[in-house]
């Protein structure tokens, strides 16, 4: 499990660097079996390294470290539990916190959407780190690759530590946009079918 304390060092730096986080505020991460590696509680991600992050089982308790885990953990964990993901990050980026205050969802505004399930649901809010924030989470993210957590932040899951964090850059994008565009005007959706058109090019030969 060295190997995954490291990458969630890696990438939590990295959101660190990109402004997706401030100080000790969001977590990420990564789960092999049924064992998960975990961004610890308190500790600023840009200042992570791997003995930091402690390894859970799936009911959440340690096997590996003496650091706390995230106050966030009992969300990762139900998400794992409901889902095939092996990674999640969650981070409280300026942008999608603003759709997060202010919308139920974030419309497809943009085909790319389409890489994170279509429209992102904001989940109803909860205080952090409550079997309640999990639950609105994990349903929130029924059929999709991110949500939104109302006045908090947003959460991507992936395959890997590497798709989830890139969902999260996206996710960021889109809500950027989105904001943007609610200052000059009404953001035009793409329709259900504009979006399956989108999808048959996709994949159409050629």
């Known amino acids: 499990m060295w190997d995954l304390r490291r990458e969630l060092c890696e990438y939590g730096h990295k959101a660190a660097k990109l402004g997706l986080v401030i ?31 402690p390894i859970l ?11 706390r885990p995230s106050s966030e953990t009992p969300m990762h964990l139900a998400i794992y539990a409901s889902t095939d993901a092996r990674a999640l990050v969650h981070t409280h980026s300026v942008f999608a916190t603003v759709v997060a205050t202010t919308a139920t969802e974030l419309p497809p505004i943009h085909y790319n959407a ?17 079997p309640e924030l999990a639950e609105h989470v994990r349903a929130a993210l029924a059929g999709k690759q991110a949500a939104l957590l109302a006045n908090h932040g947003g959460v ?16 960021e994008w889109l809500c950027e946009v989105y ?28």
């Open 23 to 53: 100080g000790t505020s969001g977590n990420l991460s990564v789960r092999k079996g049924d064992l998960v590696a975990v961004t610890p509680s308190g500790v600023a991600l840009d200042r992570l390294n791997p003995e930091d992050c």
């Open 57 to 67: 089982d799936m009911e959440g308790h340690p096997v590996e470290g003496d650091t």
């Open 114 to 130: 389409l890489l994170l399930g279509g429209a992102v649901r904001v989940a109803p809010y909860a205080t952090y780190g409550t």
């Open 156 to 171: 991507t899951i992936g395959p890997t530590l590497e798709k989830a964090f890139e969902a999260t850059r996206l996710l």
């Open 179 to 206: 904001v943007r565009a609610l200052g000059v005007g009404t953001p035009t959706v793409l329709t259900d079918e504009q979006l399956a058109a989108v999808v048959e090019r996709a994949f159409s030969p050629g």
